[in-house]
């Protein structure tokens, strides 16, 4: 399969770049890492205004939506203190890492003035509803959390969550429950899924005063990843045109690194903090001018360049098979589906791969437009 090629090659040559680097500086403080102003908010659904008896979020500010990723992280946390110290192995990490640097590198600016919704490091700012990965990354955000408050993983809420819309692209966003149900079922219900996995997890022993939950974090992260990428695929086809962003050199790097993701997601990629904060140090700095399209400036870094060029080198890569993405997305499609079903009728994926394909390979792929199953057969054994 291309995907075996593809994700190491992409890994490779964003972290190869390392050993070469004289001096990394700031950008691989863990500080510096976190989302710009993390720590001005509260992971407490409280802290948000209250109006006629409802929380108000506006999602179209960069605060609030921040403060939407701290709240999932403090309710998930407890689950996933098995896996590591000092809470950083929630799956939750990478999304919510990538987030700050959309922030951080302009890319929630109004294009293609780049001044209106820009970053400055002394004041947080908006998200602008006229930017491409605005308008993607309100959909992670906001289904996760509306699944999060349906799921009641965030417990009994004293008041009902309203979500502050705006007038301007009205119909390409859902702000409530009900709206994005009703557009969205099985994003949603992929949301949903990750909570009610997390719900279901027992106490398996306590040290310290500190519970250990029984999470098996091949599961998690698969559920993680499904519900983003189910988000992604809501969001892409709305925000890919060229309005949407700065220049079309822009445009077709934020596409091309989507399609990046999804086979690292296929890959189960660990999102863990360390990791995704490592990942992200190639991630370029600042939005792409088609200048940049051949020849790329030496105010990019060397893991900046190694980055733009893996992102791209699997997108050609993509192209130029003969199938190319169909094939790989419809063998993804069939793991998916049967590792999710595996997960819930079994409750081990690991230990029970082989019954979980005997039992459920079969009448999964006939629902895959793949043209040739058995592809995706192997992929489902060989990639547990």
Same mark, same amino acid.
């Given at each position: 399969?291309?995907?075996?090629?593809?994700?190491?090659?992409?890994?490779?040559?964003?972290?190869?770049?390392?050993?070469?680097?004289?001096?990394?500086?700031?950008?691989?403080?863990?500080?510096?890492?976190?989302?710009?102003?993390?720590?001005?908010?509260?992971?407490?659904?409280?802290?948000?205004?209250?109006?006629?008896?409802?929380?108000?979020?506006?999602?179209?500010?960069?605060?609030?939506?921040?403060?939407?990723?701290?709240?999932?992280?403090?309710?998930?946390?407890?689950?996933?203190?098995?896996?590591?110290?000092?809470?950083?192995?929630?799956?939750?990490?990478?999304?919510?890492?990538?987030?700050?640097?959309?922030?951080?590198?302009?890319?929630?600016?109004?294009?293609?003035?780049?001044?209106?919704?820009?970053?400055?490091?002394?004041?947080?700012?908006?998200? *602008?509803?006229? %930017?491409?990965?605005?308008?993607?990354?309100?959909?992670?955000?906001?289904?996760? $959390? @509306?699944? #999060? &408050? /349906?799921?009641?993983?965030?417990?009994?809420?004293?008041?009902?969550?309203?979500?502050?819309?705006?007038?301007?692209?009205?119909?390409?966003?859902?702000?409530?429950?009900?709206?994005?149900?009703?557009?969205?079922?099985?994003?949603?219900?992929?949301?949903?899924?990750?909570?009610?996995?997390?719900?279901?997890?027992?106490?398996?022993?306590?040290?310290?005063?500190?519970?250990?939950?029984?999470?098996?974090?091949?599961?998690?992260?698969?559920?993680?990843?499904?519900?983003?990428?189910?988000?992604?695929?809501?969001?892409?086809?709305?925000? *890919?045109?060229? %309005?949407?962003?700065?220049?079309?050199?822009?445009?077709?790097?934020?596409?091309? $690194? @989507?399609? #990046? &993701? /999804?086979?690292?997601?296929?890959?189960?990629?660990?999102?863990?903090?360390?990791?995704?904060?490592?990942?992200?140090?190639?991630?370029?700095?600042?939005?792409?001018?088609?200048?940049?399209?051949?020849?790329?400036?030496?105010?990019?870094?060397?893991?900046?360049?190694?980055?733009?060029?893996?992102?791209?080198?699997?997108?050609?890569?993509?192209?130029?098979?003969?199938?190319?993405?169909?094939?790989?997305?419809?063998?993804?499609?069939?793991?998916?589906?049967?590792?999710?079903?595996?997960?819930?009728?079994?409750?081990?994926?690991?230990?029970?791969?082989?019954?979980?394909?005997?039992?459920?390979?079969?009448?999964?792929?006939?629902?895959?437009?793949?043209?040739?199953?058995?592809?995706?057969?192997?992929?489902?054994?060989?990639?547990?």
């Amino acid at each position: 399969m291309w995907s075996s090629l593809m994700i190491p090659t992409f890994l490779f040559l964003s972290y190869f770049s390392v050993g070469l680097a004289q001096n990394p500086g700031p950008a691989t403080d863990e500080n510096d890492s976190y989302p710009p102003f993390w720590d001005q908010i509260s992971g407490d659904i409280a802290e948000f205004p209250v109006q006629n008896k409802k929380t108000i979020i506006d999602p179209w500010k960069y605060m609030d939506r921040l403060q939407m990723y701290k709240i999932i992280i403090t309710e998930s946390d407890k689950y996933f203190a098995r896996l590591g110290q000092n809470n950083k192995h929630n799956v939750f990490w990478a999304l919510t890492l990538f987030y700050g640097k959309l922030y951080k590198t302009d890319r929630f600016s109004e294009p293609p003035n780049s001044s209106v919704c820009a970053y400055e490091a002394g004041a947080p700012g908006c998200v *602008s509803v006229n %930017s491409g990965w605005g308008g993607i990354s309100f959909y992670v955000i906001v289904l996760y $959390f @509306l699944a #999060a &408050i /349906e799921s009641e993983f965030l417990g009994d809420l004293p008041y009902e969550v309203e979500l502050v819309s705006r007038e301007e692209y009205r119909s390409d966003f859902c702000y409530s429950i009900a709206e994005c149900r009703a557009s969205y079922p099985q994003a949603m219900d992929a949301a949903n899924r990750f909570y009610q996995y997390l719900k279901s997890r027992k106490i398996v022993f306590i040290i310290r005063d500190v519970p250990k939950y029984n999470i098996d974090e091949n599961t998690a992260i698969l559920y993680m990843w499904e519900a983003h990428q189910a988000a992604v695929d809501i969001g892409t086809p709305k925000f *890919s045109d060229i %309005s949407f962003y700065s220049s079309e050199t822009e445009r077709d790097f934020t596409m091309d $690194f @989507l399609m #990046a &993701i /999804e086979f690292c997601e296929a890959a189960l990629y660990r999102s863990y903090f360390e990791s995704s904060a490592e990942f992200l140090v190639g991630y370029p700095h600042r939005l792409l001018t088609d200048q940049d399209r051949n020849v790329l400036t030496s105010n990019f870094s060397i893991r900046e360049k190694a980055f733009l060029i893996s992102v791209k080198l699997i997108s050609e890569i993509n192209k130029i098979t003969e199938r190319g993405k169909s094939t790989e997305k419809s063998c993804l499609c069939c793991r998916r589906r049967v590792q999710s079903q595996a997960c819930s009728v079994y409750g081990d994926w690991k230990s029970k791969r082989e019954e979980c394909c005997r039992n459920l390979a079969k009448a999964e792929l006939e629902h895959c437009e793949d043209p040739e199953p058995r592809i995706c057969m192997s992929a489902t054994r060989d990639n547990p």
